[in-house]
């Protein structure tokens, strides 16, 4: 294992594999792992679907600024990230301030093929889920682009190939800054 202890933060869409590779690289690292979303569930006591149906979308945008925000007091994590974090401008300057921000891409077939997996995301309860993974990731691509450091495509990448190739990017950037 190697040691880090800058936070690392991953973003991307829906299905990218932000949580396991998050999880992952916390361990092979020695950091705690953190899921806004996850700590938006447990802090609400109710799933994000409930949140979405019953207080709208904006209400969970603003917990999720505030999850965010609440996480800059801490160093050591690797902190996934919702996919839709990039749709507020006020959550990039904390994003940067937190810490290494990696995007995750992905395939879109390869997105749709993961998020079919799982129907509890309430963005994708439409009609034609796979023309929403297309509109979204198209209106959302190149705000991942502009708030990333790094970026790396998990299409074809096993999690493990994908979490040595961040991890190797964190050592290199540390090296560079020491
Ligand atoms: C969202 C993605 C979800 C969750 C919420 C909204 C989005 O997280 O935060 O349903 O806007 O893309 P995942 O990216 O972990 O699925």
């Given amino acids: 294992m190697i040691a880090l202890q800058e936070n690392l933060i991953l973003v991307g869409f829906m299905g990218t594999g932000k949580s396991s590779l998050g999880r992952l690289i916390a361990?092979?690292?020695?950091?705690?792992?953190?899921?806004?979303?996850?700590?938006?569930?447990?802090?609400?006591?109710?799933?994000?679907?409930?949140?979405?149906?019953?207080?709208?979308?904006?209400?969970?945008?603003?917990?999720?600024?505030?999850?965010?925000?609440?996480?800059?007091?801490?160093?050591?994590?690797?902190?996934?990230?919702?996919?839709?974090?990039?749709?507020?401008?006020?959550?990039?300057?904390?994003?940067h301030e937190l810490g290494f921000v990696v995007w995750l891409q992905a395939d879109e077939e390869e997105i749709f093929r993961r998020v079919s997996r799982n129907s509890k995301r309430p963005l994708l309860q439409t009609e034609n889920p796979r023309k929403t993974i297309s509109d979204l990731l198209a209106s959302r691509r190149s705000l991942y682009e502009a708030v990333c450091d790094f970026s790396i495509d998990t299409t074809h990448f096993s999690q493990k190939q994908a979490a040595e190739a961040v991890i190797s990017e964190e050592i290199r950037r540390l090296s560079v800054q020491n």
Avoid: H
């Fill in 27 to 95: 361990k092979k690292t020695g950091r705690r792992f953190v899921d806004t979303d996850q700590l938006i569930v447990r802090n609400e006591g109710r799933e994000i679907s409930q949140m979405f149906k019953e207080n709208g979308e904006d209400y969970f945008r603003r917990i999720e600024t505030s999850t965010l925000s609440s996480l800059r007091a801490t160093g050591g994590q690797v902190i996934a990230t919702g996919g839709g974090i990039v749709t507020r401008p006020e959550n990039t300057p904390l994003l």
